[in-house]
């Protein structure tokens, strides 16, 4: 269930005074299994290009390819497409709004036309994917925290057994705990259910700790495209562009700067700790 972008371009308000070009020239594959990491300053094209993935946006011009079929080719079947990849948006809690959690996660599933007893183990499994407590099914969502707020709605586009999950930068405005929670969970879900993940983040710790490759946006094009260790090998040309590498990797470099024989394509605190430990033994 690959990803296929071809000289994909994205201009808004086309032919107004408002006119400004979005993408440019993309050209990315996305295998299936995969968890990509996106990031990018503010107006780098990331949302942008995420909203592409399942039909939301349409390209001004170039190809999108989903398991090698062209899906703006005329009669492509849209609505399967946007159920085999699921969107998450940014503050998903927002899209909240039935009468209990358990009822809410069931609305995607009913929507596709399931019968209610399917659309209850849909929902259910879905609920425990995301770890959320049995107690809270009957609950009003609008009662949870922020982080189970989360949870409900990241499940109710679980119950929909996308095989592609595209996360807005998932956890804005959780606590650090809440943050860690959210993100252990999606790569738990990666790893269980052999999905697609792809993530938009602020984070440069996140990234590296759960991304497989790491997509940086720069005024709507692909800057780098690669694991996120090669990523980071370009810190400085990052930070020219508004972005950072993990701390770790500055306090790599400058350990390296003062004669301790580390390696600087550090990404994670663990690796650091190992790799330092190395060097001073």
């Given at each position: 269930m690959s990803i296929k972008l071809e000289h994909l371009n994205y201009v808004y308000s086309q032919g107004t005074a408002y006119e400004k070009k979005a993408l440019n020239d993309i050209c990315l594959t996305i295998p299936h299994g995969?968890?990509?990491?996106?990031?990018?300053?503010?107006?780098?094209?990331?949302?942008?290009?995420?909203?592409?993935?399942?039909?939301?946006?349409?390209?001004t011009s170039g190809e999108l390819y989903y398991n090698g079929e062209?899906?703006?080719?005329?009669?492509?079947?849209?609505?399967?497409?946007?159920?085999?990849v699921g969107l998450v948006f940014q503050y998903p809690e927002?899209?909240?709004?039935?009468?209990?959690v358990l009822t809410d996660v069931c609305f995607g599933p009913k929507n596709q036309g399931l019968s209610p007893e399917e659309c209850k183990e849909r929902a259910l499994s879905a609920l425990r994917l995301v770890g959320l407590k049995e107690?809270?099914?009957?609950?009003?969502?609008?009662?949870?925290?922020?982080?189970?707020?989360?949870?409900?709605?990241?499940?109710?586009v679980l119950a929909m057994r996308p095989k592609v999950l595209v996360l807005d930068e998932p956890t804005a405005g959780l606590d650090p705990k809440g943050r860690d929670d959210i993100l252990d969970?999606?790569?738990?879900?990666?790893?269980?259910?052999?999905?697609?993940?792809?993530?938009v983040s602020h984070s440069m710790e996140d990234i590296a700790r759960y991304a497989d490759r790491l997509i940086v946006m720069n005024r709507g094009t692909v800057m780098y495209y690669d694991e996120p260790k090669k990523v980071f090998e370009h810190y400085q040309e990052l930070e020219k562009v508004g972005l950072a590498a993990p701390q770790v990797t500055y306090i790599m470099h400058d350990l390296a700067k003062n004669g301790i024989a580390v390696r600087t394509d550090v990404t994670t605190v663990s690796e650091a700790a190992d790799e330092i430990m190395r060097a001073l033994s």
């Amino acid at each position: 269930m690959s990803i296929k972008l071809e000289h994909l371009n994205y201009v808004y308000s086309q032919g107004t005074a408002y006119e400004k070009k979005a993408l440019n020239d993309i050209c990315l594959t996305i295998p299936h299994g995969e968890f990509i990491g996106v990031i990018g300053h503010t107006g780098s094209g990331k949302s942008t290009l995420i909203q592409h993935l399942n039909g939301l946006i349409r390209a001004t011009s170039g190809e999108l390819y989903y398991n090698g079929e062209n899906i703006y080719r005329e009669g492509y079947p849209m609505r399967e497409l946007r159920n085999e990849v699921g969107l998450v948006f940014q503050y998903p809690e927002h899209q909240l709004f039935e009468i209990d959690v358990l009822t809410d996660v069931c609305f995607g599933p009913k929507n596709q036309g399931l019968s209610p007893e399917e659309c209850k183990e849909r929902a259910l499994s879905a609920l425990r994917l995301v770890g959320l407590k049995e107690k809270y099914y009957e609950s009003s969502p609008f009662e949870l925290s922020g982080g189970q707020k989360r949870r409900a709605a990241i499940a109710g586009v679980l119950a929909m057994r996308p095989k592609v999950l595209v996360l807005d930068e998932p956890t804005a405005g959780l606590d650090p705990k809440g943050r860690d929670d959210i993100l252990d969970q999606i790569a738990f879900l990666h790893r269980e259910t052999d999905m697609t993940v792809i993530l938009v983040s602020h984070s440069m710790e996140d990234i590296a700790r759960y991304a497989d490759r790491l997509i940086v946006m720069n005024r709507g094009t692909v800057m780098y495209y690669d694991e996120p260790k090669k990523v980071f090998e370009h810190y400085q040309e990052l930070e020219k562009v508004g972005l950072a590498a993990p701390q770790v990797t500055y306090i790599m470099h400058d350990l390296a700067k003062n004669g301790i024989a580390v390696r600087t394509d550090v990404t994670t605190v663990s690796e650091a700790a190992d790799e330092i430990m190395r060097a001073l033994s």
